[in-house]
Each structure stands twice: as structure tokens, then as C-alpha cells.
């Protein structure tokens, strides 16, 4: 029997960025906000120490800062006529746990998708025509338009301290920057990062071919830095330990590094740690939420009531817990009905491996430190001739020269031995890569549901999802690292090769852990789980955030957009429902 | 409010014959409220709060070299605070440093500076202590050694170094001077840490805020206008900037320093700090100049070099810091001060800096306790203290194995 613990303004399942951001806010709305984490407390002194953050067999190896299989997972297969298994170790993505979320962990690859990207079903069709999207092609409109969202982008930009270089400042294209993205109301708050020499070679080869390179923007601090909450940075120092780690060095924007310094002395926020949140409770009606219930690691269980309820914790999780809280009804992938766990979407991500004769010293590196082209993002060139949909960016990062996972060797090097020695020497500081991150679209046969056999440590069905590359994807990533693949050879390797994904997606090798969609927003409560501001079309009291509300997944990191999302949402929260609290969108 | 009849005319019995004193006397909210600012301006809760404990009810080990002494509760508890005290009473533990019961008081409590006061300042304090929730905490008697267990030597004590009086303006000297002195002379008692002791725990007037050992491995720094190890180098804004939000350009304040400006300093006025910086940029540098040290063995010099590259550059820099962020090491007074003890005791423990309204982040230095030996830290701060135009003298791995240990022991 759960213990009923005294009633809160707002309760927040996970303590991420989402949840970090909403604290914030809605503590200067006057509520009282209590956060709930399935996983510890850790900040940067003493958790991320320089003395001992640079363990890459620790963390990027045996992953110390991400959730554990043996406690929570889910099953997986790639289409409906298998039966899913349970992933028993982390592989293609890497759901964090903690406070700070993936926030901590991540390399700080912060951008804004195309204002295309926000009206992808309108655009492709008056541009290409309505027969140019599949049939079983589900991308939709997300009921939210760049526009209205760049105000949002801005603030969680200046709270991060982004390093970058504008390339459209309120409609006028700069020299230097990304002439494709939305027009921005100001620069990025700090200038770019300091280039690696592998950088310079690909924005000198990607010039060459006609395209058109630009700094990257980078939640990685080119300089001292004080965001507008008062928390202090420090400049970023190259250490080359961004993916997977915390930063030491306060330079890498996460929610210790820029809010949590604030949000921790407010009187009005409380967290507390190692709370698993199964069930979000529903009243009598069904259409308001009344609490949650969790369990702690002692195994005691509890239910904490709350005015307003946001899911804030990772995207399969979120939706996990609206299936079995039974939440919107659970998407039918026979009869195309239903929207809980439909038009879950991932991304396809290929690299050409280079091999130059320069020394790049690759250890000095930065999670953002990268040169990029968009040319071939969203709907950036025309599709017409291509027959797909989508793009990615193409981009060469100099992220690190971790000794175990980041060595490449030419092809047809031994795997082991002698050989593979003299390689791994001959190639360590003349190596580099460039990578393509390729949008995914979604479909009616990639979704999320829960498994009929397997079920977690609380006796809960596990999360089952069916996924796999479409010939969309396949057909647009080959386009992508074509494009890639003249950069580098215009950067006048020694020799290169391309490595891209072909066939059945697998869950095995890691991919990205930008895991989007099952919660999706939009304007028809037919189509979508949230409206417009991230409320739940179904129960009015409560929100959810992050990805799993993307429609469809565009060909760019998610953190920026999630960030701006969640300013939107918190912003119609404090400014809209606290008003009159009730649907804001009338279905 | 609703309440039932019988609550009601509880309540209205609790403020006709329950009354906290508050309501006594001619107090005002201007003098309660002057009397909270110069609580905080005398750091009380330093000594008198215990961690997470309730304000003011005392309990906290204060540490002397001689034993440690319990700061008393003084929260208005009739038994066991200074609920009974008059205003003569607490005026005479202020001034003269002897309590109700006609004890003398140890000067672990400041009363040789708090005898500064003036007797309004005083009563403004009594005034705003008598509005605290009163707390029943019985602390503990102090730990001391005979002779000094026998409250009969402390006349003996006072006799020798405690004279009584209230601050006097000194002429010729801008009012904003004359109040600088005062509150660094009287409740800041920052000579208590600052100024050096002989071996009964006075301090030496002729060497009044020359940097002193503040106990705990603590090296409380020189306040005078030396150039080496003192405040010459800082402007009167660097000043406000350190006490107002615990670090400016040049450096940041780490253990005790750091909890005096999180309790203390950050809370005083911008007018009071600026006058405290005036008085202190007018202390001379001492006339004795600094001893001419042996250039430390270049071997250590070397070795230094390359830990501090590999430890300390990524956020220090090539000692130049980074301007706000990280403290400046290059000319810095701890870094050279006389004592190299809060050199050591941030390598070894980390460092964090004060949480201020103004600079909320708290940033943090990790401590290097298991990552470095004592010959390596050694090693690294002789460098650090003898690098890009520093000079101090070197250091010894036995030092830092005795501030090492003195930390495991519990200090600091």
C-alpha cells in the first residue's frame, strides 16, 4: 500500500534539463515544485573532478552515467511480424540516469531545426506536390512554427552560453555562419570555439566543392561566461572528454553548470533522488491527474499527490509511463488509430573515415568543436530529382582522442596483432573523420507499445518498440555521405572510406541517443498526445517534455530544440494555464 | 482567521502574559533592524548557530590554541539564552567582556574588538537578539587547560592585553575612513584572524592585520598595502567586489574567508564596504621589508612546472586565471603569503567559492588529496609561489604532510 505524502503545486518526474528548466520557471511563477529522479545526486565538484572525470573505460566503456539494463529496459524488434526481446546492455542509444539527465553526458551539439522542419507535411507538399510522401509515411505539422518558438531557442541559448556564429541575423545572411538556419533575433552569446587543424582542412575542402562551412554552435564555453540566471562558467580547456563524461571544467552547459546553482537555494524547490515513478494516478473523471506513485530504492512505495504533473524524463520513458498510467489512447498500428506510442522516430548517422599526412592531434578536442555544412539539411536543395525525404547535416567534429573507442585504422587493417599495432601508430594523429546525422522520418510501422511478455523489476509490462530504416533513409543517408565523401576527398587524403548503415537497423552498435517521438504534439487530438503548448489532449493537468513529443526527427541534435520547447511550454504554463488552468487548446 | 473561542483567548493570552520581550522597552524596527545588520557585520552566527542547528542557540566548538571553547546560546531563552539579560548586562559582555554573573568571558569571544561599539550599536543588537525565537539548548563548558579552565586568569589576561573603549573618530580623517575603521576595528573583528598573536592568544598591535595563522590550517592573509602577500595591488573596488560577492578578478576566498563573506560581508551595504575598503587601502605595508628567500632548487622548480601543467593549467591557466572564474595565482597575496598553509590546505581538501547573491554558482576547486604525494604538492605550490614574477619561500614535503594531517585529524 502506498504512503500518501502530503499534496505539491507541481510535481516533475526526472530532474534533466526539461525538468531543470520548468523548476526554474515555475518556481518564479510562487509554486512549489518537487522534482522526482530515478537515479543519484551528482555534481561537478566532486562527481566530475578533473582529478578523475578522464576515464574513458569507467564511463564511455562501462558506463557509469547511464541507466542500468538489468533495471530498466525495454524489447525491441524490427518489425511487427517478430516477436521484440529485451535489450539487455546499452548499445545504439544511452539513456542517462541522474541528476542533470543527459545533460551531463552530452557533448553539447546545440542547434535549431529549420523553420521548414516545423511544417515538414505543408512544406513537402506544396513544394513537391502530395503524392511526393509515401503513403505510409505519418510525418505531420507540429502545431508550433519557428517563429514562434525563436524566442524560446534564444533564452535556452543564453542560458547555455552557446559558442557559435550566427549566419541569418533577423533575416540577413552573414558571412561565416549557416546560411540556411532560421533567421536569429541576436549572435550566439559567446564567439566560436578555437578550431582543431582537422576543421581547418574541412572547411577549406567543403569551400572547395561549393558548399558552405560554419562553426557549429557548441554548448562548450569559448570564454568565461555568466548566464542570465548569474551562474558562472569557465572556458572550455579541449580535455577531449565531453560524450559520456561530465565536465570538470564548468565549461560544458548542463543543468548543474547553469541552473541548478539557483534552483537549489529556492525554498519553493525540493528533489529528491532514486524515486522510479511507475504510475501517473488519474480522479474519478479520468481527465484530471490527481498524483504519481513511485518507489524508492528501498522499495517502499509512495504516492505523491500534485496540482500539476510534467513528464520529464526520457523520451521512451515518458511515453512508457502514459501507456501504463493507460493515459491517450494507445496507438493501433493495424488501424493507423490511437496516439500513444505512435510515430516514434530515430536518425541515421554515417561517417567517412580520413586519413591525411598532417599530424591533427585529435586529443585536443571539444563535444561541439566541429565545422559543419548544412546544404543538404531538412529542405535545404531540392528533393525533386532524389525521390526521399529529409537530409542531415554533414560535419567534422574533433569531439576527442579517447585511446579505446576513438582510434580509427584504414580498411582491411588486422583487427588485432602486430599489424593492427603499426596502424593504430601510423594513423593516430593523421586520422579524422566526417560525419553525416541524418533525419529520420516517421512511419506507421515505427512505434512504441508495451510488450506482451516481458516486464520490468515492479512487475510492469516493458516498453516494446518496433523500428527500422525505411528506403527513405537508406536513400537519403547515401546521398548525404556522397556529399561527405567529396569533402573528403577534396581534403587530399593518403585514403578514405565510407561507413554507412545498410540493411535492418540494430540495436546493437551505438548509433545516437536521440531517441524521438510516442508523445507526439500537434493541433488534432487525433494525430497527436499534446497540443501545441506540450498538454496532454486527454488529462489538462498534465505536460510532457523532451523528444518524445517530436513528430518526426529532423537531421540535427535535439537538445536545442527540446530546450526551446520547454521555455514554450513553461511560458504557456505561467502566462496561460496558472490563469485558467483547463485545456489551452480546445480539441 | 477562525479559530475557536477557547484558541482565541489562548492566543490572546499568549501575547498578554507569554510576551516574548520584544515588545519591551522603546525598541523600534529601525533599531531592530540596525541590530540584525550588525549581526551580520559581527558574523555572530560564525560562532553562535551550529550547521543546519537553530539560529543563534549556540553549540559550536570554537577551535583556540589552547582547547575549544562552546559558543553560548544566545537566542532570548529566560534558562538557558540571555533571555534575562538587561541591556546593562549584555552591554557589559560587549564592553568589558563579563557576563551576567559577573564572569569573565573568554575572548574566543571578540569582545576586545566588540568593547569598540558604540553603546547604541550595542543596544540595537540586544534588540534585534530579543526578537529571535527563544531556543532551550544547554551548551557545553569550554575544554580548556588549568590555568586557563580558571575564569579567575583571564583578569590577569585582560590586565595585560584588553583595554576597554569605545572607537573615537580620528580627526583629520574622512568620515568614511573613521566608519571603515570601526566596523573593521569593532563588530568585523578582522584583526581576530588577521593580526598575529603571541603565545597566550593576544594579538600584537604593532602588527595589526599583517596576515596571521587563523588556526584550522588557515593562513589568514596580510590586509596592509604590501605589494607581496598584501592588498597593494588591489583597488578599493577589488575590495568591495571580494566582501560583497566573495571573489573579484584577482582571487576568490576559500574556507573560513568564504563562510565570513556568505554570512557576514555580502550582506553589508555598498556604502560600509567601500569604507572598509577606504581604511584598509590607508594600512601602510609593514616597514620591515620581505626576507630575502633563497631561489627555490630549480630541480623542484621543474618538477613543479610540469604538475601544475598538468593539474592546474586547464583552469588556472598560465596563471593569469580566468578573470572572474577562476582566481588569478600570478601576484596573488595567499599564493605568497608569509605561511603558505592556504596554499596547501586548497590543493589538498579542494576549495569552494561563497554562494553570494551576487555570484550564486559556488564554483569549486576538486580536491588532490589522493592524486598528488606530499613531495609533489610540495613541488607544485613552491612553483606556483615562485613562478611568472611570485616570491615566497619554498615548501617542504614535511609541511605539507603536517597540513595533510592535521586535515585527516578534522581540522578544516
Redesign the interface.
Known sequence: MAKKLPSTDVVLVGFGWTASILAHELTEAGLQVLALERGGFRDTVPDFATTYIQDELRYAVRHELFEEPARETMTFRNSMDQVALPMRHLGSFMPAAGVGGAGVHWNGQTWRFLPSDFMIRTHIEQRYGKNFIPEDMTIQDWGVTYDELEPYYDKFEYLCGISGQAGNLQGKIQAGGNPFEGPRRRDYPLPPLKRSYATAKFEQAAKEVGFDPFPCPAANTSKPYKNPLGVQMGECTYCGYCEWFGCGNYSKASPQTTILPVLLKKDSFSYRTGCDVTRVNLDGSGKLARSVTYIDRQGKEYEQPADLIILCAFAQHNVHLLLVSGIGKPYDPASGEGVVGRNYAYQITSSVKVFLDDILNPFMGAGALGQGVDNFNGDNFDHGPHGFIGGGYIALWTTGGRPILQTQVPKDTPKWGGGWKKAMAENYLTSTEIATHGSVMSYRNSYLDLDPTYRDVYGNPLLRLTFDFHDNEHKMSRFITGKAAQIAQAMKPRSWYPDQRSGHYSIVPYQTTHNTGGAVMGNDPKTSVVNRYLQSWDVSNLFVMGASVFPQNAGYNPTGTVGALTYWAADAIRNKYLKNRGPLVRA | MHLPPLLLLAAAASTLFIAPPVSAGDTSYSQIARGRYLVHAGDCAACHTVDGGQPFAGGRAVPTPFGKIYAPNITPDSETGIGKWSDDDFYKAMHYGIDRDGEHLYPAFPYPWFTRLSHDDVSAIKAYLDTLKPVRNTTRPPQLPWPMSWRGSLAVWNKLYFQPGAFQPQAGKSAEWNRGAYLVQGAGHCAACHTPKNFLGATQAKQSLQGSDAGEHWYAPDLTGDLRDGLGHWSQADIVEYLKTGSNAKTAAAGQMAEVIERSTQHLSDYDLKAIATYLKDMPAPASAHEQESRPDQQVMNNGAGIYLD?CA??HMDGSG?????PELKGSATVQAEQPDTLIHVVLA?A?KP?TE???????????R??LDDAQIAAVVTYVRNAWGNRAAGVSADKVAEVRKGLRNGGG
Do not use: H
Open positions: 593539474n586547464a583552469c580566468q578573470p572572474g572564474v577562476f579542494g569552494k554562494e551576487g555570484k550564486p554558482t559556488g564554483l569549486q576547486m576538486p580536491s588532490f589522493d592524486k
